[in-house]
């Protein structure tokens, strides 16, 4: 369940530290001209084998975590290259949320960006929601709540933060474009100032050529 407010569903254990975005998106995965057909590729060398066949341990081909909503991972989850595609892939695949100590820092920026939430939390917390989740008979259920930015598990419950602009996004369901286009108006009037200031610089590049010919 997802509104502007609130995440909840299916939590899945990932105790990885340093999963880098390589591994999160392989390379094979980034021929295409758009975003489609990323869940495939999501994990992929953790999710199949050498033969293309699903390894039935990992906790995401389980028949019981197939509606995962959330990741709780291990630190300095999205490390490595900058490739935004790890980002789409997770959404694609149906996760709105990661939870764990620290992120790549790229891969934050990338991830908030587009709507995907990453909630730091302490290691301790982390671990004690991994425990949690790999001791719980069914997959275990966790609520996000970015009114009071506050995060619930049957049996913890934790506060987290995020800046004032990321949160914004969330609450009113931007992505980095649309919360640019909510300055519309402020754009405008820093245009117009700086036209009027310096008229010889607008449309440069045009009128250059044009008089090239």
């Known amino acids: 369940m997802t509104d502007a407010t609130r ?3 299916v939590a899945a254990p990932l105790p990885l530290a340093n999963l880098d975005t390589d591994q999160i998106m392989p390379k094979q995965f980034l021929r295409g001209i758009d975003k489609m057909g990323l869940a495939q590729g999501l994990l992929y060398d953790l999710r199949f084998d050498g033969e293309g066949q699903a390894r039935p341990e990992f906790v995401l081909n389980r028949p019981a975590f197939a509606a995962t909503r959330m990741l709780i991972a291990g630190a300095n989850f999205g490390c ?8 789409w892939g997770l959404q694609q695949h149906g996760i709105q949320a990661v939870i764990a100590p620290s992120f790549g820092e790229i891969f934050y920026s990338n991830a908030m960006n587009n709507r995907l939430l990453l909630v730091m939390l302490e290691p301790d917390q982390v671990q004690a929601l991994i425990d949690e989740a790999q001791a719980s008979a069914e997959p275990m259920q966790v609520s996000i709540d970015l009114q009071t930015m506050t995060l619930q598990s049957p049996a913890l419950q934790a506060s987290f933060s995020l800046a004032e602009r990321h949160r914004r996004m969330f609450l009113e369901g931007l992505d980095m474009i649309g919360a640019s286009l909510s300055h519309r108006d402020q ?8 036209w009027a200031a310096q008229p010889w610089l607008r449309d440069v590049a045009r009128i250059t050529t044009e008089r090239l010919g």
């Open 7 to 9: 995440i909840k569903g």
């Open 80 to 87: 490595g290259s900058s490739r935004e595609h790890a980002v």
């Open 187 to 194: 754009i405008k009037a820093f245009a117009a100032r700086h």
